[in-house]
């Protein structure tokens, strides 16, 4: 009998039902990996500990410190005391936690310590076809190596941590078919932000987004986890985007990818993932990849966003329009370009990878960030720093002035006390550019690693085409 | 988990968009272990002056605000980072529903599993909620049903089954899903042979 034609995502929903759902109960869905952190996860712990309750399989789950964890290296490695007590009781909480339920942690001081969304798929844990959920909204990440991610709660958390499955409903399915490729100067987080302004920050709610097309099988792995990063800024709890030739080249020799024989059976497995030709999904948008240009935000939502070169668009009656504008001391109708930037931010499980420390170096190389600006270089994982530091782009990012620090979320919400000052103009690389989110009163831009460091140099917000160019 | 079937109270309305989860427990909140006394911090950066006085124009600061159980916002509500101390926090606050166009969805789920009403309605009952700041209204779950003032016919709202049947009945998931231990152990013996 031949099957009807199925999206990545039935398939792999389908390989997960336990139970699958009927009209009065959601399916009992299966989680093949559970990633937790020291923010969302201790309520979830302690619901455990009062039941009597093990953690099902502490083989399938993965912990690590990123959120309210410092970046200074003294208080990570020289002894000194973490600056923040309520961050250091969150870690310590964790810590014990795991020790006492047997889940695997990448503590403070491991190598392989890092933005929980950045060590998945750097070791290999992330894989094609896996179910993947994590107390965290950007878990979406994952999907980019074709798994299906999403973020819980920590009600779910605990949900997993006792059962290794969740209730669920299947949700509805949104292709983003992207042709043509990116223009030089243009990265993947402009065709993300671009994405959103066309879809909506709320345009995904209910859906999975799948990313297709020629312009999506152009960007390699890194590129490909920033776009699946930001589904959750289009209201899509999952992106995914189907296993090919790079994602396997990426995953090959990872330390927990299948070795050997497993390998060939895995990539077997993983080839028959992507959706069926004829398969139908609920929605469909079209994207024209070489129209994109490099982006950045002007207000307090990712889809108030705007080409570098574009004008902060006007709308009547729009209270909340308004609202944001004042909030951020911009005017309708005014350019962005050039305005004063107080504080640059590169780093988070959007643009903290290798490949981002890589652009930002090479237009930083040789020269100076803008006196009066402060840079913050974040590397999203203690392997990304280590292999930064190898290439010496440590060493561009001092000698330009910036800050370089150990890994973690930092500055992209401002936990662990890295803050952005009341009032001042921050270009983040981060996903968020809500009110508040980088400080009390702090002032988000959001655009890609180019833009920030272009950015730097002048102390305005640049165009990074222009210092491409010379 | 109580059990939930009517809820009758006044509204609070907070008319703008896309209120994100970061607007409605600042993540500086976030550094705690437990889930209790996070309703001090709801808003906070709405709710509070820069010295951490309230502000007078903040509408949870007004004495109409006080013993509302239903907030009512714009479209989007809740969206933005999976905090479950966004619902902890309006919870702990007082709240027990929330009424908008659109709920983002992780919102809406982290809501339903600590007996937070996610409401949903068409364009124009909200925005008659919008424009009448604390009508009394009604929500019943058994039927799904929201009453607004002045004798008009109920208005249906969406809630799947299963989550309907949880809040009335006061259960809580992890119940069910440790129920079926037999399932879940069937089907992981299953895929190891695979």
Known sequence: MQLAPRTMLEKIWDEHEVIPESRDTPAVLYIDLHLIHEVTSPQAFTVLGARGLAVRRPDLTLATLDHSTPTQSAQIFGGAPIALESAAQQIRELERNCARFGVELLGLRSDQRGIVHVIGPELGATQPGKTIVCGDSHTSTHGALGALAFGIGSTEVGHVLATQSLLQRKPKSLAINVEHRLAPGVSAKDLILWIISRVGVAGGTGHVIEYRGAGVRALDMEERMTVCNMSIEAGARAGMIAPDETTYAYLSGRPRVPQGGAWERSLEIWRALPSDAGARFDREVEIDAAAVEPMITYGTNPGMVIPINGTIPERANDAAFDQALAYMGFEAGTKLKDKAVNVVFLGSCTNGRLSDLRAAAAVLRGRKIAPGVRMLVVPGSQAVKKAAEKEGLNAVFTDAGAEWRESGCSMCLGMNGDLVARGEYSLSTSNRNFEGRQGVGARTLLASPLTAAASALTGRVTDPREILRH | ?194
């Open chain 2, 1 to 194: 988990m109580e059990p939930i079937r009517t809820l009758r109270s006044r509204t609070v309305v907070l008319p703008a968009a896309n209120i994100d989860t970061d607007q409605i427990i600042p993540a500086r909140f976030l550094r705690t272990t437990t889930r209790a006394g996070l309703g001090e911090h709801l808003f906070a950066d709405w709710r509070y002056d820069a010295n951490g006085a309230p502000r007078g124009d903040f509408i949870l600061n007004g004495a109409a605000a006080r013993d509302c159980r239903i907030l009512v916002a714009g479209r989007n509500f809740g969206c933005g980072s999976s905090r479950e101390h966004a619902p902890w926090a309006l919870l702990d606050y007082g709240f027990r529903a929330v009424i908008s166009t659109q709920i983002a969805d992780i919102f809406r789920s982290n809501a339903l599993k600590n007996g937070l009403l996610p409401v949903v309605v068409e364009a124009a009952t909200a925005t008659w909620l919008i424009e009448h700041p604390g009508a009394e209204v009604v929500i019943d779950l058994p039927s799904s049903t929201l009453t607004l003032p002045g004798g008009g016919a109920p208005v249906l709202f969406p809630l799947e089954t299963f989550a309907r049947y949880c809040l009335v009945n006061g259960i809580d998931e992890l119940g069910f899903l440790i129920e079926r231990e037999a399932q879940i152990a069937a089907f992981e013996r299953r895929r190891a042979r695979a």
